[in-house]
């Protein structure tokens, strides 16, 4: 994580130090590095242009804003020539918020409600992910209704171990996600017969922070093949929407190279000549954040040190659901010091609160700031008001400056939603 890196003894996001943002906006405190989310999105367009024939169109990146909505984060990925995957109405709300174009939207999920289907069809969007003949009966049925012809491509579960942890693996068959390949096609041929349904292809996301090539190479063979079947049934195929599911650097792990997954698009893919979508999310926010918080006690016990912090399970919540690991770093460096293993837990009233358990730190006291890494992802859009604790802030460095993108929660906004009888 080079944009955030020690200088003097201090940690840094860019050119601001983290301990200023800190205190004069409080923790907990998400804080996103500007240059990170560039260079990710830049770094996927550029790897994927290089590999793939100069004469194709260039692949349209919906970014999964599920990873982190932020509408100034989708706002900055949007000049970067970026589009939004969204998964429900909130999130299609935001990306056009942040002046996405539909035709750079795609909408994915496996329970879309009549109102969302509605509203996308009347405000447009590239195209629908269809995941059961329920839902394209639906689709069909208020696209009838509304005189709009529905884009829609339909989600293949090709049936292949993502080989990453069970809650975020969605392609195997026994996961709720997407159709057999026979169902499948049986669905496209009735969608092609519909006059309201205008079927565009194919689409498949077989899990999340993959590390392995091959679960990627399985399943674009097998969409391959069934890009195939369905030409050689005459149904039109003009988009591939690849899903997303690259990993990233937490601790030690060593995510897919990014050149041996261009090449896969390029040799599997790209011959089929169709549009290729992408739907990235923690590979291109992933290690753009940090969560800051500060120690509220060291509490020592009969075992163990404790150290407790302002931030929560409800902040970040991937430790506790997931069992991951956001390396903890000291917001002032102490390289001298003696390090001791604490357990650094949160203060909600849950032994699942920890985020760490004999993690060796500098000695520490009340009141230092820490930061928790590789948070730009599937953190604040996780934050909850459980134990009624108000939502955190969120900072957008660029560069020399910050901008603050959300403002902390106050426990008055909670109460207000309530009527009290
Ligand atoms: N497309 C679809 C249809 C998805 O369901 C997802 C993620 C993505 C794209 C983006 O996947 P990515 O490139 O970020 O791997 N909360 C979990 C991750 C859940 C991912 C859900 N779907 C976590 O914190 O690890």
Do not use: W
């Amino acid at each position: 994580m080079s944009d955030f890196h020690y200088k003097n003894g201090e940690l840094y996001t860019e050119n601001v130090p983290v301990k200023t943002l800190a205190e004069q906006y409080g923790t907990p405190l998400y804080v996103y590095s500007a240059a990170h989310l560039r260079t990710q999105a830049g770094q996927l367009k550029t790897t994927l242009s290089q590999h793939l024939p100069a004469d194709a169109n260039a692949p349209l990146i919906c970014f999964a804003c599920k990873a982190n909505s932020n509408i100034a984060v989708l706002d900055l990925l949007k000049q970067e020539g970026l589009g939004t995957d969204i998964v429900s109405l909130g999130e299609y709300t935001r990306a056009r918020q942040a002046g996405i174009s539909p035709d750079k939207i795609v909408f994915s999920g496996v329970g879309k409600t009549d109102t969302e289907i509605e509203t996308v069809l009347k405000n447009g969007i590239h195209q629908i992910n269809v995941e059961s003949e329920p839902e394209l009966e639906r689709i069909a049925r208020i696209a009838e209704k509304h005189k709009i012809t529905a884009p829609v491509a339909f989600r293949f579960n090709p049936d292949v171990d993502a080989k990453t942890h069970a809650k975020i693996t969605t392609g195997k068959h026994e996961n709720k996600f997407g159709l057999t390949r026979d169902a499948l096609i049986a669905l496209y041929q009735k969608a092609d017969a519909h006059a309201f349904i205008a079927p565009k292809g194919i689409t498949s996301h077989i899990g999340s922070q993959l590390t392995a090539v091959t679960p990627f190479k399985d399943a674009f063979t097998r969409m391959r093949d069934l890009v195939e079947m369905l030409r050689a049934m005459d149904m039109p195929v003009t988009r591939i929407d690849i899903g997303g599911g690259l990993g990233i650097t937490y601790t030690d792990e060593t995510p897919p190279d990014l050149d041996d997954y261009a090449r896969m698009v390029a040799e599997i893919i790209a011959p089929l000549g169709t549009q290729i979508i992408l739907e990235p999310g923690r590979f291109i926010a992933g290690n753009c954040g940090i969560l800051v918080s500060q120690v509220v006690h060291v509490k020592q016990g009969e075992k163990k040190h404790y150290l407790i912090l302002d931030a929560g399970m409800n902040d970040l919540a991937r430790p506790s659901i997931y069992d991951a690991y956001h390396p903890v770093m000291p917001v002032l460096e102490n390289k001298a010091a003696e390090h001791i293993a604490y357990d650094i837990v949160g203060p909600v009233c849950e032994t699942g609160d920890t985020f760490g358990k004999n993690i060796p730190l500098p000695v520490m006291e009340e009141d230092d700031f820490v930061a928790m890494t590789s948070s730009g992802a599937y953190g604040f859009v996780m934050a909850s008001n459980y134990n009624t604790r108000p939502l955190p802030a969120e900072i957008l460095v660029d560069g020399d400056t910050h901008k603050l993108i959300r403002r902390r929660q106050t426990v008055d906004d909670i109460l207000a939603l309530e009527i009290d009888i």
